[in-house]
Nanobody, 126 residues
Framework: QVQLVESGGGLVQAGGSLRLSCAAS????????MGWFRQAPGKEREFVAAISRLAGRTSYADSVKGRFTISRDHAQDKVYLQMNILKPEDTAVYYCATTSRRTVLIGTRAEVYEYWGQGTQVTVSP
């Protein structure tokens, strides 16, 4: 059974940094694209970052480019989201996701992903 567990969220002041982790289990994840999404109160879930199979490519939402970095550790089946220069508008629940299809090279749309973690709260104070 595929399982994704996020960690690393918390409360941070604007301008600070956090590193989110997503631990995957249930299969070998190196052959599958993975992504990070977020959902703020009253808003729809939105794309944050994605990384391709074998980590050859990455993609970012315009709102986080230059501040966030997605990476993956194939040996540990983990995906990370390093978040720097955090802003209050980054406050949201952050979710990691993966797909069941090897044909997906990299995905920026939520419907590409079938498996989701439970989310981790990130709160950025002014």
């Amino acid at each position: 059974q595929v399982q994704l567990v996020e960690s690393g969220g918390g409360l941070v002041q604007a301008g600070g940094s956090l590193r989110l982790s997503c631990a995957a289990s249930g299969r070998t994840f190196s052959n599958y694209a993975m992504g990070w999404f977020r959902q703020a109160p009253g808003k729809e879930r939105e794309f944050v970052a994605a990384i391709s199979r074998l980590a050859g490519r990455t993609s970012y939402a315009d709102s986080v480019k230059g501040r966030f970095t997605i990476s993956r550790d194939h040996a540990q089946d983990k995906v990370y989201l390093q978040m720097n220069i955090l802003k209050p508008e980054d406050t949201a629940v952050y979710y990691c996701a993966t797909t069941s299809r090897r044909t997906v090279l990299i995905g920026t749309r939520a419907e590409v992903y079938e498996y989701w973690g439970q989310g981790t709260q990130v709160t950025v104070s002014p």
